[in-house]
């Protein structure tokens, strides 16, 4: 056979997910499961156990995954087309991931950056979860022989580290246990600002919910957040140099370009010499038919959490037969007695 593909990624539970995290993140899901071909698999996981590397609230964890899963699934993750699971339901990320630490050098780790931004001036008291972090990711993308994984700017240190643990172990034991994954670097993935400053992100800690769109927004939410967006009274440029200095009038262009799927400078000549005061229904037009039918099957999988456990346990079923293939190769090479 040829060479398949394999893609793998996780994402972490959170709660009040807006327009910005479905741009930025969940979207590109879609598009991958969507662009599969045949003999390709995509293995997406939500990542609750990289959550706890920070502190969580017990109830509201488990409320985010499901909440998490529900919004996936209801922006078209098929679990028929994708391995679909809660990381915790697969018992070989942990096992795997306590393998692996005895792999990777404590000076590796030191090299990571988002280690020192998320530990801060406390790294005396950050977890140790926080600090091996990177090491549950390499576990998360080798048990699935990953040939791909996307990533972000700041996960591109943390996937070279999994390219160096996998390459260690496989001298180390003398033996091709683990595939070396490829990164996929996010084509120019949306970057969503508030809709109130448009110089800081759209963020669900956001104090002003006026400044984001929510998932959960009702149509006319939609509408008014975005007849209140800030933006100015210049009309919309022919070309994109004419928004520079521009931030909202930039943000508000740029979510018309990235639902539409047409580039900004299409988005451009089409409304060239408008004022806002006409171009905002248009935009609010196309975000309640984008985020409606998605907040609709949303509360419709909210009603049913059974469903969305099914669906969950189902997932892991799938992927744990792939994942323990791995593990229990990787027990033996290291000469452990972990029964089958
Ligand atoms: P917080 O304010 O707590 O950091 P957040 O709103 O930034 O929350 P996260 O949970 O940090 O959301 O991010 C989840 C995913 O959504 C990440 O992949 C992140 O890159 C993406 N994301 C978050 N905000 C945006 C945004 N405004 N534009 C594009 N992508 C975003
Ligand atoms: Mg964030």
Redesign the pocket.
Known sequence: MSKNKRIVSG??P?GNL?L??Y???IRNWVVMQNEMKEGDDCVFFLADLHAITMPQAPDALAENVRNMAATLLASGIDPKQAIFFAQSDVAAHSEMAWLLNCVARIGWLNRMTQFKEKSGKNREGASVGLYTYPVLQAADVMLYQATHVPV?EDQKQHLELARDIATKFNNDYDEKIFNLPEPIIQKT?????SLRNGSS??????PSDLSRINLTDSNDDIAQKIRKAKTDPDPIPENESGLTDRPEAKNLLGIYSALKGVAINNVLQQFAGQGFGQFKPELAELVVSSVGPIRDKLSTFKDDPAEIDRILLAGAEKAAVIAEETLKKAYQVMGLRRRA
């Open positions: 994402i972490q959170t807006h910005g995290n741009l930025g993140a972000g993935a949306a970057r969503v600002m992100k759209m963020s669900k800690s956001d």
